[in-house]
Nanobody, 125 residues
Framework: QVQPVESGGGLVQAGGSLRLSCATSGRTFSSSALGWFRQAPGKEREFVAAISRNGDITSYAESVKGRFTISRDNAKNTVSLQMNSLKPEDTAVYHC??????????????????WGQGTQVTVSS
């Protein structure tokens, strides 16, 4: 069973930056479509960003477009999320996710078949 591990979360002031990373062993990441989702207390898990298997397609939620950048390194089996100009409303637990049967998952949660445990991001005002 694939178990990705996220890192890089923390507490930051509004306007600051964080870089999240997600890694797993083996070659599963390199053959998966990947995505980042987040879940704030009392809210449903929502889409943040997605990247295709070979990295040529990316997409973002409207709320983070222009501030967040998703990238992947298939040689290192990692996916990252660079978050700039953070806002208090970005506070959430951030999860990476992978889809093994498709080349690009986009925003549809049901297409992703493995998930990390998440890393907390807290943005203070």
């Amino acid at each position: 069973q694939v178990q990705p591990v996220e890192s890089g979360g923390g507490l930051v002031q509004a306007g600051g930056s964080l870089r999240l990373s997600c890694a797993t062993s083996g070659r599963t990441f390199s053959s998966s479509a990947l995505g980042w989702f987040r879940q704030a207390p009392g809210k449903e898990r929502e889409f943040v960003a997605a990247i295709s298997r070979n990295g040529d397609i990316t997409s973002y939620a409207e709320s983070v477009k222009g501030r967040f950048t998703i990238s992947r390194d298939n040689a290192k089996n990692t996916v990252s999320l660079q978050m700039n100009s953070l806002k208090p409303e970005d506070t959430a637990v951030y999860h990476c996710a992978g889809a093994t049967r498709i080349s690009y998952g986009g925003s549809r949660r049901t297409l992703y078949d493995y998930w990390g445990q998440g890393t907390q991001v807290t943005v203070s005002s």
